[in-house]
């Protein structure tokens, strides 16, 4: 069993950053890669970033590359996304998530485990 909890949203200016964390419980944290989701109000939840298990290698949404960085510190059990020049686009419930495989994916059907979500709101 895995327990995930992300936290660091709020409400940010455009223009403005954030950085979410996302800590997790269980021994096998370091084995698999995680991803990261948003999802607004009557929208899908759709890919953000994702991460493999040591962390080399990364991949990040269209819309947010160059913007946002994914990264993790498997010592402490810790997956975050910097999210730098926010736009209000950006406003959603960003969810973190555990990666079936090994390998990273952008289908939320190969993530097994969410955390319950922590809003991010960007005014304009």
């Known amino acids: 069993q895995v327990q995930l909890v992300e936290s660091g949203g709020g409400l940010v200016q455009a223009g403005g950053s954030l950085r979410l964390s996302c800590a997790a419980s269980?021994?096998?944290?370091?084995?698999?890669?995680m991803g990261w989701f948003r999802q607004d109000p009557g929208k899908e939840r759709e890919f953000v970033a994702a991460?493999?298990?040591?962390?080399?290698?990364?991949d990040l949404a269209d819309s947010v590359k160059g913007r946002f960085t994914v990264s993790r510190d498997n010592a402490k059990n810790t997956v975050y996304l910097q999210m730098n020049s926010l736009k209000p686009e950006d406003t959603a419930t960003y969810y973190c998530?555990?990666?079936?495989?090994?390998?990273?994916?952008?289908?939320?059907?190969?993530?097994?485990?969410w955390g319950q979500g922590t809003q991010v709101t960007v005014s304009s």
């Open positions: 991460i493999t298990a040591t962390g080399g290698i990364t």
């Open positions: 998530a555990k990666g079936v495989y090994s390998w990273t994916t952008r289908n939320l059907h190969e993530y097994d485990y």
């Open positions: 269980g021994r096998t944290f370091s084995r698999y890669p």
